[in-house]
């Protein structure tokens, strides 16, 4: 009975997968309490229906915009001071220890983030959102994730490099692509649509779709 009842829930928030019925019932009831216990959480931090984990801060609520079905987990940071500020499309996630940095000096502004809809990212991840970072629909990416939207300009030999200020283009993952663990995506970074980052990659330049791209720095491997 109860993994009818998560199954329900489960399509409600636009989730596809059939739990496995060989899993034992207290699992299932542990995941159930768990995410009863993080809606409530939500509800009272944002005075909107969105599962928050304990320990989850936010700076600049206003600026925290979210769809349904959306998932903070535990000992996440979002800075939400920027020009676009952090959008969650439905059904989003942001994994547990991340950091989202958007504003992260006081000589500039930044950008944000934006996660379309049935996304995830894996925990322990940094989101450098200052150039701002744009995140597609059906995304997952696992573990160690770090974007870096920003990047310092060198040439002026006379100038200390801490004083020569930025250059921000953003970042730009399209839709329907898998990031495997601990890959650093590098600002003025885009990836094509249907496409497969293998997991380590340092991801620098543009890529087309339906391409799996891998190594440091990252290259085509091969076409889907």
């Given amino acids: 009975m109860i993994k009818k009842v998560l199954q329900y829930f489960l399509k409600k928030y636009g989730k596809t997968y059939i739990i496995d019925q060989s ?44 769809g349904y079905g959306c998932t ?43 996660i379309g809809n049935n996304s995830s990212v894996g925990s322990f991840s940094y989101y ?13 990416m696992g ?7 920003e990047n310092h300009n060198f040439s ?9 200020g930025v250059i921000s283009e953003g970042i730009k993952i399209g839709h329907n692509i898998w990031v495997g663990a601990k890959v650093t995506f590098i600002d ?10 293998a997991a380590g990659a340092i991801v620098k330049g543009v890529f087309p779709p339906n391409v799996v791209i891998g190594g440091v720095p990252a290259k085509i491997l091969k076409e889907l």
């Fill in 23 to 66: 899993i034992p019932n207290g699992l299932v009831i542990y995941i159930f309490k768990k995410r009863l216990v993080m809606l409530i959480r939500g509800v009272l931090k944002t005075r909107r229906k969105i599962f928050i984990d304990k320990k989850v801060k936010i700076l600049n609520k206003p600026s925290f915009k979210f």
């Fill in 72 to 114: 903070v987990e535990e000992y996440v940071f979002l800075d939400c001071y920027g020009t676009t500020g952090v959008v969650l499309g439905n059904s989003s996630k942001i994994g547990s220890h991340s950091i989202v940095s958007t504003t992260s000096h006081l000589s500039k502004l930044g950008k944000g983030l934006i």
């Fill in 128 to 140: 450098g959102c200052s150039g701002g970072v744009e995140i597609g629909n059906d995304v997952i």
């Fill in 143 to 149: 573990e160690y994730i770090s974007f870096h939207s």
């Fill in 156 to 164: 002026d030999n006379e100038t200390l490099i801490r004083e020569q």
């Fill in 188 to 197: 003025g970074c885009q990836v094509g649509d249907n496409s497969v980052v």
